[in-house]
């Protein structure tokens, strides 16, 4: 079965600074999607990035990246450059196999600080 | 374009009534699914549907029922509200021919409460 795991519930980062937002994935798929999604107080699940599993290249996005280290099952992602705005849950997901299906870790709550 | 629409925003439900949870999409998506978001446990996948009259269940798809007849639309049925109902629900959609490297596109969700 797939699993993702967050283990951070909160973090905090000051403004400006990078932050690394950690994922860990588990699945018996050779072919797969890792997905990162920003849920504000306001609610919405805004799309960030994604990455495929036969991606050579890490993906970005403007300030966001993915770090992907296959061997690790690990999908982090990194943030630079920090702004107020992006204080926010962000949830790591994935898909198997060409599905549409995610599978959504417990999520990482960001603090920007000023 | 209107994107992915969710109506009611709110609702209180009583235990026992049912209601249908209205998710409508104007990007003519061929893929259309409900999750609900609880504290501490991220998104589950409730139900899902890969086209108009095709669906399936997903992770947590008992007591909810779903139909497809048409392409934009793809209502959540409560059949009989429970308390561990209450949630926050998700409608998503996302179109097949463009591929997963741009998500899916989210309503605004709608908020539960099952008193």
């Known amino acids: 079965a797939q699993k993702i795991t967050q283990t951070q519930p909160g973090m905090f980062v000051q403004e400006k600074e990078a932050v690394t937002l950690d994922c860990t994935y588990d699945?018996?798929?050779?072919?797969?999607?890792l997905f990162w999604y920003k849920q504000p107080s306001s609610g919405e699940m805004i799309f960030l990035i994604y990455?495929?599993?036969?991606?050579?290249q890490n993906a970005t996005e403007g300030r966001y990246s993915l770090n992907f280290q296959k061997a690790r099952k690990s999908a982090n992602l990194v943030i630079s450059a920090s702004q107020l705005g992006d204080s926010a849950m962000y949830f790591c997901a994935m898909t198997a196999s060409g599905t549409y299906k995610y599978i959504f870790g417990t999520g990482t709550r960001l603090k920007v600080l000023a | 374009n209107a994107g992915v629409t969710q109506t009611p925003k709110f609702q209180v439900l009583k235990t026992g009534q049912s209601m249908t949870l209205q998710c409508a999409q104007d990007?003519?998506?061929?893929?259309m699914s409900w999750y609900r978001q609880d504290p501490g446990m991220g998104l589950r996948l409730i139900h899902y549907?890969?086209?108009?009259?095709?669906?399936d269940q997903g992770e947590v798809p008992n007591g909810y029922n779903v139909s497809r007849s048409t392409t934009e639309d793809f209502p959540l049925r409560l059949l009989s509200a429970a308390p561990s109902q209450t949630s926050v629900y998700f409608c998503?959609?996302?179109?097949?021919?463009?591929?997963?490297?741009?998500?899916?596109?989210f309503g605004s969700g709608t908020r539960l409460t099952v008193v």
């Open positions: 699945t018996s798929d050779q072919s797969y999607g």
């Open positions: 998503a959609s996302s179109h097949r021919d463009r591929g997963l490297k741009y998500g899916y596109t």
């Open positions: 549907s890969v086209g108009a009259g095709i669906t």
């Open positions: 990007m003519n998506h061929e893929y």
């Open positions: 990455q495929g599993s036969y991606d050579e």
